[in-house]
């Protein structure tokens, strides 16, 4: 039998990869897995990258366009970033935050929310088949988050690097490391882009996964999501000398520390907590009363009394020492 030309071959299989909006896409085939790397972070300085260039916009930081297909970054606050996504032609939003995307708004400006929560140790079978899957399926351009976009979302930015742009795995790890900013303690991370078997076309076209917009997490997991909210102004706050934030007007640090405080006080609470090893429930203690210090101290400042910036200070210091040694050991493994 007479071969068809390559021109056709092309085609035929341009029109088998068609994404929901119609267009065509390119099978690529994925580089294969690394072999031989004892550490995948350090294999991420094999390529060498010109030095990185993060476009930060209005409810946006971190942003790393790239390729043409896919953008990495931070959560979307508000109706001005995703304005600017949608002005960069996305159509896609790839969440693998905990907390439950903003869908709603997104809508607003055409773009889909597709959510994949995942961990900061590594990526589950089940959770690169829904990646892969929404990369294949789903229309592109791609914007990629996790919360601060700089560890898990770009983990997941670089599986569409793979399947949609056939980058290498030394590249796609490089991105991470030297532009996105992944840290070495998640080395799970950068192990997988680096070494897993991403799912063929054929295993996500009968992968069974329906985009939803929204995956809620229970228990001390959804805890831990709502706490970084609040964490995360107060942790910027602090190198601000406890001022708020001009892009939060409505966030005020003395009311955000009550609120964290009391999130902690209610998550010491949860079953869940309660079952957990001896030294994990001492660092949950330390950091409901640190917390509560630090709640008391910003009532001073936001009542005018001289004291209360340094033993906010001084309370904050405490409560992050608390939570990075607890990530440590139950977060970072």
């Excluded at 085609?11 to 085939?29: H, V």
């Excluded at 942003?63 to 949608?86: K, N, Q, T, W």
């Excluded at 773009?111 to 229309?139: A, C, G, N, W």
């Excluded at 790890?173 to 078997?197: D, N």
Aim: net charge negative.
């Amino acid at each position: 039998m007479r071969s068809l030309p390559t021109s056709l071959m092309l085609l035929a299989a341009l029109a088998a990869c068609g994404g929901e909006d119609g267009t065509q896409r390119p099978e690529l085939a994925v580089a294969p897995p690394l072999t031989g790397i004892g550490d995948a972070y350090a294999a991420a300085e094999t390529v060498k990258l010109a030095a990185p260039h993060p476009e930060d916009a209005t409810g946006l930081h971190n942003l790393f366009h790239l390729s043409e297909h896919v953008i990495s970054g931070s959560e979307p606050h508000g109706d001005p970033a995703f304005r600017h996504l949608a002005g960069l032609g996305v159509r896609t939003i790839l969440s693998v935050d905990g907390m439950t995307p903003d869908a709603e708004t997104a809508a607003r400006y055409g773009i889909q929310y597709v959510h994949v929560p995942i961990q900061y140790k590594t990526i589950s079978r089940d959770e690169l088949l829904r990646i892969t899957k929404t990369f294949r399926e789903m229309p592109g351009p791609f914007y990629v988050h996790c919360f601060h976009g700089k560890h898990r979302g770009p983990a997941a930015a670089a599986i569409g690097r793979l399947v949609l742009d056939g980058t290498s795995r030394e590249q796609a790890i490089a991105e991470m490391r030297q532009w996105c900013g992944t840290s070495a303690k998640y080395g799970g991370l950068y192990g997988v882009v680096a070494t897993a078997a991403i799912p063929t076309a054929e295993e996500t076209q009968a992968y069974d996964f329906d985009f939803a917009s929204a995956k809620p997490l229970t228990g001390f997991a959804a805890a831990m999501v709502r706490i970084s909210r609040p964490y995360d102004f107060l942790e910027a706050a602090a190198k601000r000398g406890w001022s708020g934030d001009e892009e939060q007007p409505d966030l005020e640090p003395a009311n955000e520390a009550r609120i964290l405080a009391e999130m902690f006080r209610r998550t010491q609470e949860l079953v869940d907590t309660e079952m957990r090893p001896e030294d994990f429930q001492k660092w949950m203690d330390q950091s409901v009363t640190e917390s509560a210090r630090l709640a008391a101290a910003l009532a001073k400042v936001k009542a005018g009394e001289a004291a209360g910036q340094e033993e906010a200070t001084a309370a904050f210091a405490a409560l992050k020492q608390r939570c990075d040694s607890c990530h440590a050991v139950y977060r970072n493994d």
